[in-house]
């Protein structure tokens, strides 16, 4: 019998609304269960040592958990992070643990791990880009790992998978994938770290109401046949594979529920991308053909 390679998994969570957790426990095909329990690839096991949604620990001795992983498994553990980190006086808007009978800053445990892990998964766009938290005026410093990697000088390995909430498949496919064949070459990854398998083409391109986007067919009030862009739909800058792989296992979307897409998966969210009902503008909106054409050029 082989033996199985386990895969320890540190799970942190900073200015979070936990509703990334919630989706990717939500995750169909294969489960939360089997993702925790089973070998989900062939000879490779996740041991999730620390996850403060789902664990029953609590204290010093989580604390410990992830103290002694990073310590004892340095270079071998993987690093998920989920939430904006705060960094504004001293990162203290939000801590995890003490140390000395002093609260731990949470952009202190991002760095001081991930310096350590073999690579982070930025779970959400907050952990991402800072989200939400990190929109004007930005009280708490709110910033995504990428940035605050930058700051601290932590060249680890970063994979960034944004949404609000991200698709269960984005972050269940892309452990999978480091599981089967190692981290993603550069060329896998977007220029803001997403893998290309899910993050490789505009929500624009694959919309259902496309069709009516081309012919100039605009609907005026929701609920109206018609291209949801006078009314705010952001999916012309927006990439995603929404469209193709829907959501709550296959069930829905945004735009199939009559909404626009308000570019959750962007590093422009929400600050950049104006008001959720109001047309973007300034923006070179992709034709039909574009940008099949940009790609084989």
């Not at 489960?31 to 690839?41: A, H, Q, Y």
Request: charged fraction near 25%; hydrophobic fraction near 35%.
């Amino acid at each position: 019998m082989s033996e199985v390679r386990e895969i320890p998994t540190l799970w942190i969570q900073g200015g979070t609304c936990s509703g990334c957790s919630v989706s990717v426990l939500n995750a169909v095909a294969p489960s939360v269960k089997n993702i925790l329990i089973d070998e989900v690839v062939p000879g490779n096991h996740i041991n999730l040592r620390f996850q403060a949604t789902i664990m029953a620990g609590a204290g010093d001795p989580v604390i410990r958990v992830l103290e002694e992983t990073g310590e004892g498994k340095a270079g071998k553990f993987l690093l998920v992070v989920e939430g904006e980190i705060p960094t504004a006086e001293g990162g203290g808007y939000c801590c995890v643990g003490e140390k000395d009978e002093h609260p731990v800053p949470f952009r202190d445990w991002v760095v001081e791990l991930g310096r350590k892990a073999m690579a982070v998964i930025a779970l959400g766009t907050c952990a991402c880009f800072g989200g939400i938290p990190s929109g004007r005026p930005n009280p708490t410093g709110a910033k995504g790992v990428m940035d605050v990697f930058k700051e601290a000088g932590v060249d680890t390995p970063l994979i960034n998978i944004p949404g609000c909430p991200p698709h269960p498949d984005w972050f269940v496919g892309t452990v999978a994938k480091i599981l089967i064949s190692g981290l993603p070459k550069p060329e896998e990854l977007d220029d803001w770290l997403r893998p290309k398998d899910f993050y490789g083409t505009l929500i624009h391109e694959n919309c259902p109401r496309r069709a009516y986007f081309d012919e100039g067919k605009f609907a005026k009030k929701f609920g109206e046949p018609g291209c949801l862009y006078e009314l705010g739909c952001k999916g012309p800058i927006t990439y995603a594979d929404c469209p193709l792989r829907k959501w709550n296992n296959g069930t829905n979307w945004c735009i199939d529920a009559g909404m626009g897409c308000q570019g959750c998966t962007q590093p422009e969210f929400p600050d950049f991308l104006g008001s959720f009902y109001e047309k973007i503008t300034d923006v070179d909106v992709p034709k039909i053909g574009e940008y099949w054409k940009k790609r084989e050029g």
